[in-house]
Nanobody, 124 residues
Framework: QVQMLESGGGLVEVGGSLRLSCSASGRTFSTYAVGWFRQAPGKEREFVAAIRWSDGSTNHADSVKGRFVISRDNAKNSVYLQMHSLKPEDTAVYYC?????????????????WGQGTQVTVSS
């Protein structure tokens, strides 16, 4: 059983930055892909970014390219989402999720393990 835990959310002004963290307990990420998703009120959960643990390959949604960067720390078994130039439309609950394998899918249903989420609010 993999348990995911997000942290780092909060309130930030437009144009500001935040770094989200995701750690896992139960096993290491070594054979997994880890993704970040977000869900705003009244909207579907959407893909933000994903990383393949084995080689660090990444995939970012077009809406965040150039502003958000996903990364990993092998020693800490953690994944991060560095967010810059935040916009009001980035306001959402952000979730990290994991799946076995090397593919980096964008559909939430492809990920088996989920955290509880962390709120990010961008004020204008």
């Amino acid at each position: 059983q993999v348990q995911m835990l997000e942290s780092g959310g909060g309130l930030v002004e437009v144009g500001g930055s935040l770094r989200l963290s995701c750690s896992a307990s139960g096993r290491t990420f070594s054979t997994y892909a880890v993704g970040w998703f977000r869900q705003a009120p009244g909207k579907e959960r959407e893909f933000v970014a994903a990383i393949r643990w084995s080689d660090g390959s990444t995939n970012h949604a077009d809406s965040v390219k150039g502003r958000f960067v996903i990364s990993r720390d092998n020693a800490k078994n953690s994944v991060y989402l560095q967010m810059h130039s935040l916009k009001p439309e980035d306001t959402a609950v952000y979730y990290c999720a994991a799946r076995r394998g090397v593919v980096l899918p964008t559909a939430p249903l492809e990920y088996a393990y989920w955290g509880q989420g962390t709120q990010v609010t961008v004020s204008s």
